[in-house]
């Protein structure tokens, strides 16, 4: 392989790497807001709660 090649590869490899590291974050993102709604939506309730007592 001539060292174009090798540089090519590496630059595919970076970015496979990244897109990697974005997927993980973005999972990871969805469970963090999807866990943030439900504590709203307790907090609410309790809220709730109290203004019927």
């Known amino acids: 392989m001539t060292p174009r090649n090798w ?6 490899k970076l970015a496979l790497i990244a897109v990697a590291i ?7 993102g969805c469970n963090t807001v999807r866990g943030v ?5 307790k907090a609410g309730e ?6 019927s007592k």
């Open 7 to 12: 540089i090519i590869l590496g630059v595919v």
């Open 22 to 28: 974005g997927v993980v974050f973005s999972i990871y």
């Open 37 to 41: 709604g439900q504590d709203i939506e």
């Open 46 to 51: 309790a809220i709730q709660k109290a203004g």
